[in-house]
């Protein structure tokens, strides 16, 4: 079996996890890589091809960054949490022994949590008029923004050839259940069970009072497409990655991706107890 490690390595204590989980997992007979980063002394990217299990070892981001690493082979990740908030992750070492919970996630004992994603495309043209596409995968969101040369964006949000509405502002969240506690709460949106399979349409500062946040179901497909009256320089961001093109965006698309990222957890409750602590401040004894 093999076992695939993405540690944050800004965080040295993530790091000495990692060495000591490799020794103990050698010791065990798994097959052991590392996730490349600038910070690592890795020259190439690993393969992660044949591996059982990726383990996060660090915040949210850390395991925001080993989903896209997965992306939609359905591998599952264990995050350990090394960072402030943890939300997504499934223990931290001051709750847990390490070693005994990637035993259990190794022996099939824990709880598998079924996390919709997001398939996303950004069109663009260039000055010739020849359209581009850069296709993303997203855990948590899309976001598209005012870029730092716009006081404000406006765009037509359409779900599944339904035209919803006209919309100027900031921007717009398109999430996941699982990203409806980021940015799309940030901007107004409900806290939505993972179980939920649709995706979750938020304003970002809408000049009018009448926009609301709306769910989709999962089969719906959600396209946001700029003004031509009322040109402007979008920012994109998906899972707080930024699309970077030099064309001129024309509209994003958003759908349920093909497959989903699988966490592993304790339990149901998990979701509830983490919504419990980090955003009402109570604490509970695992």
């Known amino acids: 079996m093999k076992v695939f490690l993405v540690p944050n390595y800004y965080k040295n204590e993530a790091v000495e996890s990692g060495l000591a989980l490799e020794l103990w997992l050698g010791r065990q007979g798994y097959d052991v890589a590392w996730a490349a980063d600038q910070r690592s002394a890795i020259a190439s990217v690993p393969d992660i091809e044949g591996s ?58 824990m709880h598998v949590s079924r996390r919709a994603t997001l398939a996303v495309e950004v069109f663009s043209h260039t000055d010739g008029g020849e359209e581009e596409s850069i296709d993303t995968f997203a855990l948590n969101d899309m976001a598209l923004a005012r870029g730092p040369l716009s006081d404000m964006v406006e765009f037509d949000v359409t779900v599944s050839g339904h035209h919803i509405d006209r919309l100027r502002g900031d921007g717009v969240v398109v999430s996941t259940a699982t990203g409806s506690t980021g940015y799309a709460l940030s901007a107004g949106g409900p806290i939505v069970s993972p179980d939920y399979t649709g995706m979750v349409c938020v304003p970002i500062a809408p000049h009018t009072i009448q926009a609301r946040a709306f769910l989709t179901s999962p089969s719906d497909v959600v396209e946001i497409t700029m003004s031509r009256e009322r040109p402007s320089v979008p920012a994109i961001a998906v899972d707080g990655q930024f699309v970077a093109t030099d064309s001129v965006v024309d509209r994003v698309v958003a759908r349920r991706g093909p497959g989903d990222v699988l966490l592993l957890d304790y339990g149901p409750e998990s979701f509830y107890n983490s919504v419990s602590r980090v955003f009402y401040g109570v604490h509970h004894d695992r």
Not at 55 to 83: C, H, K
Request: hydrophobic letters at 45%; aromatic letters at 6%.
């Open 52 to 109: 059982d299990l990726v383990i996060s070892l660090g915040g949210d981001g850390t395991l925001l960054r080993a989903a896209r690493i997965v992306g939609y082979q359905e591998i599952p990740i264990l995050g350990l949490s090394y960072g402030h908030v943890g939300f997504l992750t499934a223990a931290s070492p001051d709750e847990r022994d390490v070693l005994g919970v990637v035993s259990d996630a190794l022996a099939g004992e």
